[in-house]
């Protein structure tokens, strides 16, 4: 299967921008999916999941409060709804799946429980 993020760009500071990622090639709705965001010189930052079948979501402490995940399993898409973004959310932002070894309406946070990567998509955030 593949992810293929989209939505990302320039952002002026508190102002709103919706990241979405496309899954093709297996049932999406049977897979976990997350959300991370890596900064120039940073680890790879947990941002948000979603279970598989959307009634459980978890977000990483930075972005309580200000983003949202949410996914369409009819569109095979999950999406990061970013509210009043901030300097310090730039970075590229990956969405991730995990396609083995999980459980119905569990949240997964880390990086190592993801085996399917997308190639990222660059939020910049300008003030």
């Known amino acids: 299967e593949q992810l293929v993020e989209s939505g990302g760009g320039l952002v002026q500071a508190g102002d709103s921008a919706r990241l979405s990622c496309k899954v093709t090639?297996?049932?999406?709705?049977?897979?976990?999916l997350g959300w991370f965001r890596q900064a120039p010189g940073k680890e790879r930052e947990f941002v948000a999941a979603?279970?598989?079948?959307?009634?459980?979501?978890l977000l990483g402490d930075s972005v309580k409060g200000r983003f949202s995940i949410s996914r369409d399993n009819g569109k095979d898409t999950v999406d990061l709804q970013m509210t009043n973004v901030k300097l310090e959310d730039t970075a590229m932002y990956y969405c991730?799946?995990?396609?083995?070894?999980?459980?119905?309406?569990?949240?997964?946070?880390?990086?190592?429980?993801?085996?399917?990567w997308g190639q990222g998509t660059q939020v910049t955030v300008s003030s």
């Open positions: 991730a799946a995990k396609t083995t070894a999980y459980t119905g309406e569990v949240t997964y946070s880390q990086r190592n429980d993801y085996n399917r």
């Open positions: 090639g297996r049932p999406f709705a049977a897979y976990p």
């Open positions: 979603i279970s598989t079948g959307g009634e459980t979501t």
